[in-house]
Structure formats: C-alpha cells, structure tokens
C-alpha cells in the first residue's frame, strides 16, 4: 500500500507570491496521484490529479503539479496565490491496482496580505 | 453541480450509543465512501461502496459498519460509541469504474461524550 508524506505541516505565504506544497510518495510500478483542497468547515475539493502521460498536470484556481518518478514527488505549484486560497491541501496516492486512496496528513496554506 | 448531502454539521452523543451518520448523493454514482479526519493523520478509509448492498472494509473499519440499500444513500453505523471515535467524518462519491473520490460532502462533526 502507499504512503504518502506531506512535509510540511503549515506553510505562510504573502499575497501575490508564488507557493509550493510539497508531496512525496512511496515507490511503486505505478501509481494515481491527487491533490484535493478543503476550505474552512467545507469538504474537499479535488484539485487535481495524475493517472498516466505528461508529468505536468494542470488543475483549478491556477494550480499545477508535477509528476516526478525517480523522487517519488507530486508537488503542487502556484505562481501567484491569493488570499482566497488560504486552505488546507492534502495530497494523495493509490496503487494503481489498490482500490483506496492514501491521504498525506494535510498542508495548511496560510496566505497574508 | 454534484451534490453529496451529510443529514448532520455537528452531532453529541454518549458512550455506549448507537450512532447512524447519514450520506446522500444526488448524481447515480456508483461508488460512495466513509472517511475520518483527525489532525495530523490526514484522511483514513473506513468502508467504501461501490454497488447496491455491496461493501469492503478500509483501512479502519473496527467499531464501523455500513449499509447501502438504495444507491443514493451511504450510512455509517457506530455501533456502541466510543469516545476514540470522536472526529471529523467525511462522505464522499466518485462515479463507476473510479475508486478515488471526486466530490465530498461538508462533514460531520462527531463528539462522543
């Protein structure tokens, strides 16, 4: 089974600046890569997300992530955030013959003016 | 829009009860799922559903139980509340032939007291 490691755990960021939240996986043949977005008292949202061809995905409100096999990564990427996307992000990954997701323990995004 | 409906925000309850959280989707997905979510862990699996009456167990399905009698509608069955199982508990539903869930309700906010 996967698992998936978010490193850090919150992640302060100014207004307009660009982001990346960091997501590395464990090693498999291959793999389904997430990334979901939950606002204050919501559900998650699905970002988006990586089952097969090019390595650079590219999802809602301006967000990208890349696929990079030999380090075991998917992080997520913005070039410029704003205050509304202040959030928890949680990255996730199954085994492309398993069934369940496996959830990161979840970034908190804390964008400041 | 898909919608996936949790009947409670918020829910107290004592030791000892027995507990139904309720899900309903209003898009014929075939898949639906249970999840908790407590800081720091991320999202776990607890059952997920993926036809009528049909159920597998996820990775933390003890003290759980499920039913799914009409397609639409998910329930999670605590069968004597524990005070471990206070958290957060997410529904959410993917269509047929997806195991990775695309739209979440807004959860629901369980003590057990």
């Known amino acids: 089974a996967q698992s998936v490691t978010q490193l850090d755990s919150q992640v302060p960021v100014f207004e307009e600046a660009p982001v990346e939240l960091r997501c590395n996986y464990s090693?498999?043949?291959?793999?389904?890569l997430f990334w979901y977005v939950q606002y204050p008292n919501q559900g998650l949202q699905l970002l988006l997300k990586?089952?097969?061809?090019?390595?650079l995905v590219k999802g809602i409100n301006g967000f990208e992530a890349e696929f990079n096999k030999s380090q075991t990564s998917f992080h997520l990427r913005k070039p410029s955030v704003h205050i509304s996307d202040t959030a928890e992000y949680f990255c996730?990954?199954?085994?492309?013959?398993?069934?369940?997701?496996?959830f990161g323990s979840g970034t908190r995004l804390q964008v400041q003016p | 829009d898909v919608k996936v409906t949790q009947s409670s925000r918020y829910l107290v309850k004592r030791t000892g009860e027995k507990v139904f959280l309720e899900c309903v989707q209003d898009?014929?997905?075939?898949?639906m799922f249970w999840y908790r979510q407590d800081p720091g862990l991320g999202l776990r699996l607890i059952y997920f559903?993926?036809?009528?009456?049909?159920?597998e167990k996820g990775d933390i399905p003890e003290g759980y139980s499920v039913s799914r009698e009409k397609k639409e509608r998910f329930s999670l069955i605590l069968e004597s509340a524990s005070t471990n199982q206070t958290s957060m508990y997410l529904c959410?539903?993917?269509?047929?032939?997806?195991?990775?869930?695309?739209?979440f309700g807004d959860g629901t906010r369980l003590s057990i007291l």
């Open positions: 959410a539903s993917t269509p047929g032939g997806g195991f990775q869930p695309q739209h």
């Open positions: 090693s498999s043949v291959s793999v389904y």
């Open positions: 990586y089952l097969s061809g090019s390595t």
């Open positions: 996730a990954a199954s085994d492309t013959g398993r069934r369940a997701l496996t």
């Open positions: 898009m014929d997905h075939e898949n």
């Open positions: 559903s993926y036809d009528v009456k049909m159920k």
